[in-house]
């Protein structure tokens, strides 16, 4: 299989004549993040303003919050930046090893909610490990995948099937199908570009497959998650509402309010859908049909533009990479963040399951949006350090 090659190595001179890494920043990669966010910002206000008003809360509750997170995430990139990745590369066994007590201790100590036991209360505050197991995960097999370069048999990609294996399940025993999802494209994005055959891979979908059926048909899964992983599939609402499951009445009002806006939108604060709370959890899992319905498609499309954007940033990086490492650790965060969007979006116009994956630098979610930063944060810090 056709593997991306990491740029070659700097010479020795090249390295003592080498500018500081900080002239070599990509600021349109690190300025994305902070683009869409503030986007974000806007569509959690106007999707939560009307219900927190109506509560007799601050309209600004969420926002706030949110701020709070961002700039928690900022701090998280610019760590991401400031240390070598190239250390980071050295310690993948201890990332690795480190990320699994969080997220087997979250299926004791964790709290539920909407089906899943996927957080840790700290005070007023949640963690959600799972999210930030995507970027460690990503750094672990790419890191054990730049060690065995060269000789990564049959035998090694078993283990670092293995190594994805394990926290994916943990993650599917919270009841977070869409977080374990995620957690396979990315190690598999990382397992196909360090090199994996064809017929290796199909037996690693085919082990994904078998092992979320089993998930299913054991139980493991609750009505409620079943329900919407099913519930796009039968999107027929000819009947009154009362016939209708949760699910498809949510599918049924975001595609609503996503055709209500038609090319240029209702208006930022103007969306009817938006302002009567019509559609389920809007500032988080469905912030995507507040653009859809006050910006238009002129403002979903400016979204996927923005995002298109950021692949294209990771993808580069990925190319010019002084070393495999790099190059892995590009494409798995490019894979995390394509995915969640490419299902994100989908989910709201009945294309895909509602797996309730965020929107990332969008959807209202602390430890979502941290990660997200700490991903680009590590895919700049590659880019910085091509030349030393």
């Known amino acids: 299989m ?23 920043v990509d600021l349109v990669l690190v300025m994305l993040p902070f683009a869409i966010s503030a986007l974000g910002l806007l569509m959690i206000y106007s999707s939560s303003r009307g219900r927190l008003a109506r509560a007799g809360q601050s309209e600004l509750y969420y926002v706030q919050r949110q701020g709070l997170a961002i700039v928690v995430g900022v701090v998280a990139m610019l ?62 097999v790419a890191g054990y995948c730049h060690h065995h370069r060269g000789d990564l048999d049959a035998w090694r990609l078993a283990t670092a099937v293995l190594m994805a294996g394990v926290p994916i399940a ?38 994904l497959a078998s092992a979320v059926g089993a998930v ?33 009445y949510n599918l049924e009002q975001a595609k609503s309010a996503i055709i209500a806006g038609g090319f240029d939108g209702a208006g930022l604060f103007n969306g009817t859908q938006t302002k009567l709370s019509y559609v389920p959890e809007q500032h988080t899992d469905f912030i995507f049909t507040v653009v859809g319905e006050e910006l238009g498609f002129v403002g979903g499309a400016t979204v996927i533009a923005l995002f298109s954007l950021l692949a294209w940033r990771l993808w580069r990086i990925a190319l010019l990479s002084s070393d495999f490492f790099g190059t892995l650790v590009a494409i798995g965060v490019l894979a995390m963040f394509a995915f969640q969007v490419f299902e994100n979006v989908g989910m709201t116009m009945g294309i895909m399951p509602i797996t309730g994956l965020p929107l990332p630098f969008m959807s209202y979610g602390g430890s979502a949006i941290i990660a997200s930063f700490a991903a680009v944060g590590l895919a700049a810090n590659v880019h910085m350090r091509r030349f030393s």
């Open 79 to 140: 760590v991401c930046m400031a240390v070598d990745y190239r250390k980071i590369r050295d310690l993948w066994a201890l990332v690795y090893v480190a990320m699994l007590p969080l997220l087997a201790g979250v299926l004791v100590l964790g709290a539920s909610r909407k089906g899943a036991q996927a957080w840790f209360d700290v005070g007023p505050l949640q963690f959600q490990p799972s999210e930030l197991a995507k970027v460690a995960l990503i750094a672990a």
């Open 216 to 248: 299913i048909v054991t139980g493991t899964l609750d009505d409620y998650k079943i329900d919407r992983l099913t519930g796009f599939a039968d999107q027929s609402v000819d009947g009154p509402a009362t016939e209708q499951t949760a699910t498809e």
């Open 2 to 24: 056709a593997t991306i090659t990491a740029a070659p190595a700097p010479t020795a001179t090249r390295t003592r004549t080498a500018p500081s890494a900080l002239r070599h």
């Open 170 to 207: 943990l993650v599917l025993f919270q009841n977070d199908l869409g977080s374990a999802a995620v957690l396979a494209v990315c190690a598999g994005a990382v397992l196909v570009v360090a090199g994996i055959r064809p017929r290796h891979a199909a037996v690693l979908f085919l082990l």
